[in-house]
């Protein structure tokens, strides 16, 4: 036998079923028990005998209406999965940015991380309002690992556009297989989405 307190939660449903008696219980069978806890508690129990179970002292029927309100009501679990798909691809690429640095026409490798970017963008901004109002600024940018050195603005613009379009193809490649994982229909759906950002074109 198992027990069940009487009165079920403020939601409709039974807790579930223990092993020992307590004050107030209604003792279940234990097919009794496993009704109640397939339907998440959803049951409606009556203090006579079921006929059709020997030694129970309860009726147990399941409460269909308020179990298929109640599965409704719970959030889907591939939207959790869906969401840890995407904070991952997400990751992966930040990780993958700071690992793939940009290689230039000089032979040297640029980081293309998010912070060198804007870092990068405030160099050419400061240097190109200099060059309005006839002020001397010094423009040096430097390679990965390597000392800074002095650009023409020209040239550091050319980089900055070469890195801004590596970037924005692995961004949107990102996006697109983000789509895809809101997308899918079913786990085996979403497992067969595979982002590989070696696959884009251009990596250095």
């Known amino acids: 036998m198992q027990y069940v307190r009487s009165t079920p939660n403020p939601s409709g449903a039974y807790p579930a079923p223990r092993f020992e008696p307590f004050s107030g219980c209604l003792p279940l069978t234990d097919g009794q028990a496993a009704v109640l806890i397939q339907y998440n508690g959803f049951v409606t129990i009556t203090q006579e005998p079921d006929e059709e179970i020997e030694g129970s002292s309860v009726t147990v029927t399941p ?47 640029y980081s293309i991380t998010a912070e060198k970017q804007q870092q990068l963008t405030s160099k050419i901004m400061a240097a190109t309002m200099a060059q309005t109002l006839s002020v001397s600024y010094t423009l040096t940018w430097n390679s990965t690992g390597e000392v800074c050195r002095e650009w023409t603005l020209q040239d550091l613009s050319a980089l900055a556009f070469a890195i801004d379009a590596r970037v924005t193809s692995l961004v949107s490649y990102q996006q697109t297989q983000e789509v895809a994982m809101r997308n899918a229909a079913t786990e085996e759906e979403l497992n067969a989405i595979v982002v590989d950002y070696d696959s884009v074109g251009g990596a250095a």
Do not use: F, R
């Open 63 to 109: 409460d269909l209406e308020a179990w298929e309100a109640w599965k409704a009501a719970q959030p889907d679990p591939l939207d959790a999965l869906k969401a840890s798909s995407i904070a991952k691809s997400k990751t992966d690429l930040a990780a993958y940015l700071a690992a793939h640095p940009l290689q230039w026409t000089d032979g040297e490798y």
